[in-house]
């Protein structure tokens, strides 16, 4: 089953966070809300697509120090910043951070709702090439020594004859790890191997 993003907010403004909350739902978005970092973090699910919007300014874990915290995480979900004071040196960190947007809060209707559509569609993009990455990390993670070997030598375009002088072994050895390589990568010619080496960052294509 597929999650519905989510917009989660986290700001200590109780009012607050009930205004942003009722309009950004009134935008047809999915919202939940959080008074403080710590609360957010304790129920935080990475599988859960969405975005985040916070609030600089907050008691015992600020707004920037949460976001440092997820930047560290595998997959993290966009975050758009939040202030009520224009603070350069605070945006550039934001910024520098991975932060979406930076947005004070006397932001329009409009403002917000493309903020959030650029990071809802970076959080799409980001789950997806994501997912692939796993998938190929797993998919090579089959090679054994032996057929990693022969990859390598593959994709160095050698020969099989070459190949098996190399590692010292029979032609039908090397015919037989290279169809079991090919069979496990999900691939039938040398281009698509190629391909997905160098999308894993195996090889460089040199």
Request: net charge neutral; aromatic share 6%.
């Amino acid at each position: 089953m597929t999650l519905e993003p989510t917009v989660f907010i986290v700001d200590d403004d109780p009012a607050y966070l009930d205004s942003i909350s009722v309009l950004i739902q009134s935008l047809g978005m999915q919202t939940k809300t959080f008074p403080s970092a710590e609360a957010f973090l304790r129920e935080f699910n990475p599988q859960q697509p969405g975005c985040l919007i916070l609030d600089v300014r907050m008691p015992v874990m600020g707004g920037l120090v949460l976001q440092e915290s997820l930047s560290k995480l595998p997959i993290c979900p966009p975050i758009i910043i939040m202030t009520g004071h224009a603070e350069v040196p605070t945006a550039l960190r934001a910024i520098r951070q991975g932060a979406v947007d930076f947005l004070q809060k006397t932001f329009s209707e409009a403002e917000l709702y493309e903020a959030l559509q650029r990071a809802l569609a970076k959080d799409a993009t980001n789950r997806k090439q994501f997912l692939r990455a796993t998938d190929l990390t797993e998919r090579f993670g089959k090679l054994s020594p032996a057929e990693h070997a022969v990859l390598q030598l593959v994709l160095r375009g050698d020969t099989n004859k070459k190949i098996a002088t190399t590692l010292d072994v029979s032609q039908r050895a090397v015919e037989d790890r290279r169809s079991r390589l090919m069979e496990k990568l999900s691939v039938s010619t040398v281009p698509d191997l190629i391909r997905l080496a160098i999308e894993a960052g195996l090889w460089k294509g040199e």
